[in-house]
């Protein structure tokens, strides 16, 4: 079961716990779907281990969203968070809060030496400083569901929507 509804890497719920929560949303509900901004970069400039980094970064950001939110693994480097019972003026500011602690946060770039036990790597961590610090931002789209006859996949296809116009747009931003 959690391999099934649990996101290995990130520890988020996976796609499939969203399909199987879609159905049981009320008549309104906001899906922001997000996206990292020039991931395939990450991978391969600093390789997959970094990519992984930038990975669990955004699902934490992503866990500590307001306004009720549950937060899935979509795949790849795209995520979505689902705002029960929310429209998009009460959603929006959690989404652009999502985008400003993603783009706020210094990344330090572990390095090939960081050694597999935790408490070594804190102590490490704790005498040395990083050489390497990693900018990370994301685009977000949101959409809304306001009446129930609205199916919940159209909705998801909407804010996917509104992601590509928040990337077309310049990228690290929230689009509607």
Partial sequence: ?????RDELTGL????????????LGPSFVVAMVDVDHFKKFNDTHGHAIGDQVLKLVAARLEEAG???????????EFA??????SI????????????AVEGYEMAARGPDRPRNEQTGSVMRQSRTPTQYLSVTVSIGLAARTV???PAHAVLREADAAL??????GRNRVSV
């Fill in 89 to 100: 003026e009460s959603a929006r500011p959690h989404a652009e809060a999502i985008r400003a």
């Fill in 81 to 86: 968070v689902i705002f029960p019972d929310q």
């Fill in 67 to 77: 306004g009720d939110a549950l937060a899935y693994r979509y795949g790849g480097e």
């Fill in 164 to 169: 590509y116009r928040a990337k077309e747009a």
């Fill in 148 to 150: 129930v006859d609205v």
């Fill in 13 to 24: 719920r996976s796609r499939r716990a969203m399909e199987e929560r879609l159905p049981g």
């Fill in 1 to 5: 079961h959690r391999l099934a509804f």
